[in-house]
């Protein structure tokens, strides 16, 4: 069946710009998950949603980032007068339930100029 | 707040040699998982541990929970080129996000 996909696989912005990244969960799954992974580290902890409410989004870096899942299903991370500091590879994840296997997208490379 | 750390950052091993990664959190853990995450790909599940003292054989690899609850290892018996890429372990604590440690790089040569 489908996996996680994300959209667009590559975004370079200009310093300042508003940007929206989406992801396409697997179908059914409840628990999505965004990610910011640079290079050489892990994937760092952005936002949880379980259905349509956000139910942690403690690791969101500071206010100009907002992440939004209206139906359930489809998320969108919006990120507001980016910063050089954003670009990064923004990774989705999906899963069937809270604490479970995780279904990673093949990722957002955002570049901002 | 909760930190995952892995050692050893980068491991270069021969073809047939073992492998083992550790990993440390600085508080107790309800579990575990593990991803591996191919140059160019996207983390990919392992497995999850769960129980104190857990351990878990796929195939060549073993992957461990230790009794407190705070580190787990990876180990590869017979590496393989195709084990060539970054693990990471990934931590759980009850209520909260997965936090993922910075991971190890494996290269293999052959």
């Known amino acids: 069946g489908a996996g996680v996909s994300q959209t667009p696989s590559n975004k370079v912005t200009e310093k300042g710009k508003y940007v929206e990244l989406r992801c396409d969960p697997i179908?059914?799954?409840?628990?999505l998950y965004w990610y910011r992974q640079s290079l050489g580290q892990g994937p760092e902890f952005l936002i949880y949603f379980q259905g349509t409410g956000a139910a942690d989004d403690s690791g969101l870096p500071n206010d100009r980032f907002f992440a939004v899942r209206p139906e359930g299903s489809v998320s969108t991370l919006k990120i507001q007068r980016t910063e050089r500091g954003d670009s990064a590879v923004y990774l989705c994840a999906s899963s069937d339930g809270g604490a479970g296997e995780q279904f990673f997208g093949p990722g957002t490379r955002l570049t901002v100029l | 707040g909760q930190q995952v750390m892995q050692i050893p950052q980068y491991q270069h091993v021969q073809e047939g040699e073992d492998f083992t990664t550790y990993c440390n959190s600085s508080?107790?853990?309800?579990?575990i998982q593990w991803y591996k995450q191919r140059p160019g790909g996207h983390p990919v599940f392992l497995i999850q541990l769960v129980k104190s003292g857990e351990v878990k054989k796929q195939k060549r690899l073993t992957f461990q929970f230790g009794e407190a609850k705070k580190n787990s290892s990876l180990h590869i018996t017979a590496t393989q080129t195709t084990d060539v890429g970054t693990y990471f372990c990934a931590g759980h604590q009850a209520g909260t996000a997965l936090i993922f440690g910075k991971g190890t790089t494996l290269s293999v040569s052959s």
């Open positions: 508080t107790t853990l309800s579990n």
């Open positions: 179908s059914g799954h409840t628990a």
